[in-house]
């Protein structure tokens, strides 16, 4: 069977990023037939100009051809000022215009329990975007509270499994997809 492959999105640029090392150990976590890859181009980006966009720069490219080669892409993007961090939004807004984008099966996680109207706020932008938001593979954990880098996430056997129970409807959900259309 053809493996499904996934883009990794993280909203944080911090070396101990919560939200990366979730990522990260979805990375590790992933089930067989499903291939995820974590995107390190955000801090590279420039800022969002439309005048550029009939000559797009070249990290920009290169970022339309990772989201148009995946099947999926896993989101994990903290909250800042009651909203989503600014080099994200820019990230976001770069792929407005990309024709690969509407349609995209997209899975929220989130480490805060607290970062509520970030989630709600990159619900509507992405809605707005027209991706598909597959809830049943969306999941929130707590890493506010708990120091956990990614050899501890995967190694939890609570997050682990939530985790891998999230990749694996993920992949179902895009497998069904994928036939409908
Ligand atoms: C500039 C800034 C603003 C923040 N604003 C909020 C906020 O409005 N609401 C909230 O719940 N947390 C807020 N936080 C806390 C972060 O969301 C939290 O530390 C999160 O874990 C950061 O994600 P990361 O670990 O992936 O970098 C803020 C943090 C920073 C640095």
């Not at 800022?47 to 797009?56: A, G, Q, R, S, T």
């Not at 600014?86 to 984008?101: A, E, P, R």
């Not at 996680?109 to 109207?117: G, I, K």
């Not at 989630?119 to 890493?143: K, N, P």
Request: some cysteine.
């Amino acid at each position: 069977m053809t493996p499904i492959r996934l883009l990794a999105l993280s909203g944080s640029l911090r070396a101990g990023s919560s939200n990366t090392s979730l990522l990260e150990a979805a990375c590790r976590l992933a089930p067989r037939g499903l291939q995820i890859e974590l995107y390190r181009g955000m801090a590279d980006l420039p800022h969002f100009n439309p005048d550029l966009e009939n000559d797009l720069p070249q990290g920009i490219v290169d970022l339309h051809a990772r989201i148009g080669a995946a099947d999926g892409l896993l989101i994990s993007c903290p909250e800042y000022a009651r909203g989503i961090p600014g080099s994200f939004k820019n990230m976001l807004d770069w792929l407005v215009g990309s024709s690969t984008f509407p349609g995209k099966p997209v899975a929220l996680f989130n480490t805060s329990p607290r970062a509520s109207e970030a989630q709600a706020a990159l619900r509507l932008v992405l809605q707005t975007m027209s991706a598909h938001i597959v809830d049943q593979a969306s999941l929130s954990v707590d890493l506010l509270s708990r120091r956990m880098d990614t050899t501890a996430i995967a190694a939890d056997p609570a997050m682990s499994s939530t985790i891998v129970q999230a990749l694996g409807c993920f992949a179902d959900c895009i497998r069904l997809m994928q036939q409908d259309a």
